[in-house]
């Protein structure tokens, strides 16, 4: 089973979000991966009509830490659940870059998440740079430790990791599978290490960065890479789908 998470950023309208989860009810019910999808918050109130009594499984694209107050344009993790949310991205590169959130702000976003019984799918990647100057293993080191601080053992299920390329994000160049591999379980093994876990195959990384219907079969064919969270190529069902239905 793989995980083939959707993230439609800023993306579709209503009207389309409707018919795209009427075709992809019936693709999930055929398959016997996670299929899941991350909408934006106003269309949670939508999937959580469409999605019940199926087998999709849908999130948010991120959230705030606090319960609530005073934060002008922000959802707390109470008001995901209000629509039965079940995952949220958080740290996710486009937030990093530009929204400025650091990894002090995804720690709480994730501390939040969990408390609060929804799924963090935590993001972590690299530059171009920081991956030509040979500073990713670190990135990924500092990235995941500020992300997984005061984060309890038992809650490690609960969590799905990303490993997202800054620079394959959206460019249509992904990762090759020898890097997209090594990188991964070099991802599994700094949270093995933190938390004294012999079995890797626990902690779910997922890729991202230009996964596509072409590209798919060999990068999800590698035994670390537990699954892809999927950008451009989860916006139309007819691209989604092909990636679905890949047998590994
Ligand atoms: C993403 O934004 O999480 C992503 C992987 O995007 P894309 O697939 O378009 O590169």
């Avoid at 439609?8 to 009427?22: C, D, P």
């Avoid at 005073?70 to 707390?76: D, K, L, N, V």
Wanted: hydrophobic fraction near 40%.
């Amino acid at each position: 089973m793989k995980y083939l998470i959707g993230n439609h950023k800023m993306n579709l309208s209503e009207a389309e979000l409707k018919s795209y989860f009427k075709s992809l009810k019936k693709i999930a019910k055929n398959s016997s991966n996670f299929v899941g999808v991350c909408v934006p918050y106003v269309y949670l109130p939508l999937a959580n009509k469409m999605c019940k009594n199926t087998k999709i499984h849908y999130g948010a694209q991120n959230m705030f830490y606090e319960k609530n107050g005073a934060f002008t344009g922000e959802i707390s993790a109470d008001m995901l659940k209000d629509f039965n949310t079940e995952m949220v991205i958080i740290g996710h590169s486009e937030r990093r870059n530009i929204f400025k959130e650091t990894d002090e702000l995804v720690n709480k976003k994730v501390l939040s998440a969990l408390a609060n019984n929804l799924k963090p799918i935590i993001c972590v990647g690299e530059t171009k740079d920081e991956r030509e100057n040979k500073q990713t293993n670190k990135v990924l080191k500092t990235q995941i430790k500020k992300a997984l601080a005061n984060v309890e053992a038992q809650s490690l299920n609960q969590i799905i990791f990303a490993y997202e390329p800054v620079w394959a994000i959206g460019t249509g160049v992904s990762a090759t599978v020898e890097v997209a591999e090594k990188t991964i379980k070099f991802i599994k093994e700094i949270i093995a290490k933190m938390y004294d876990l012999q079995d890797l195959n626990k902690i779910i990384v997922l890729y991202g960065g230009s996964l596509n219907e072409k590209n798919g079969f060999e990068l999800l064919s590698q035994s670390h890479i537990d699954g892809g969270l999927i950008g451009g190529a989860s916006l139309k069902t007819e691209k989604f789908e092909k990636i679905i239905n890949i047998k590994i």
